[in-house]
């Protein structure tokens, strides 16, 4: 399936969505952070690594909130099956970021290939990282592993990691609340007839 470096960028490009773009969580309008809330809610989302959220200027917030955006795209598009409109959303974000493949080795860990952007700040590094593991999902048959939640009033996305590919909630709370629904729906009916 993925290997462990690029289940860390698609899980960052889905926590990225999650935390920096508007729609419903768990049954909840969610309004995307915006001026000083933005930084630490980068900083919460990405992988710990000891980024400083004063670290991270209004600029580069403000890039990583705009990939994010063009990230839900992607996922949207793959989940009613439209790969052509996921790679023309992924296409000029991989150019703008300037993705390029490049071996780096952290000490005490093997060479791993890494998606660097042309500048490395830390808005466009994590902006290349992680379009290039969603192009790298979307060219292969691991597309249908980047979802949208199905449970109602829900938009978040999420990577299945699961092992036959069923997934279809962001969260155990959202499956719960999908099956409390469908039972409520089903002895209704039954009560009704």
């Not at 299945?160 to 409390?180: E, L, V």
Request: charged fraction near 20%; aromatic fraction near 4%.
């Amino acid at each position: 399936m993925f290997d462990s470096h690029l289940v860390t960028l698609l899980d960052a490009a889905a926590a990225l969505v999650n935390a920096l773009t508007d729609g419903d969580r768990r049954g909840r309008p969610h309004a995307a952070p915006r001026g000083a809330e933005l930084a630490p809610a980068i900083v919460a989302a990405l992988p710990p690594a000891g980024t400083d959220p004063a670290a991270i200027g209004a600029d580069q917030a403000d890039y990583l909130a705009a990939t994010a955006r063009r990230m839900r795209e992607v996922f949207e598009a793959v989940a009613v099956g439209d790969l052509d409109a996921a790679a023309g959303t992924l296409n000029p974000l991989l150019r703008s970021a300037g993705a390029r493949p490049q071996l780096d080795r952290v000490p005490g860990e093997p060479w791993q290939l890494h998606f660097h952007g042309t500048d490395d700040t830390l808005a466009v590094g994590w902006s290349a990282g992680c379009a290039t593991a969603l192009a790298l999902a979307i060219g292969s048959e691991l597309a249908g592993r980047l979802g949208l939640c199905q449970a109602a009033r829900c938009d978040q996305v999420y990577v299945d990691r699961s092992r036959n590919a069923g997934r279809q909630f962001c969260s155990t709370a959202c499956q719960n609340r999908a099956k409390a629904a469908a039972f409520r729906a089903r002895r209704d009916s039954a009560g009704a007839g």
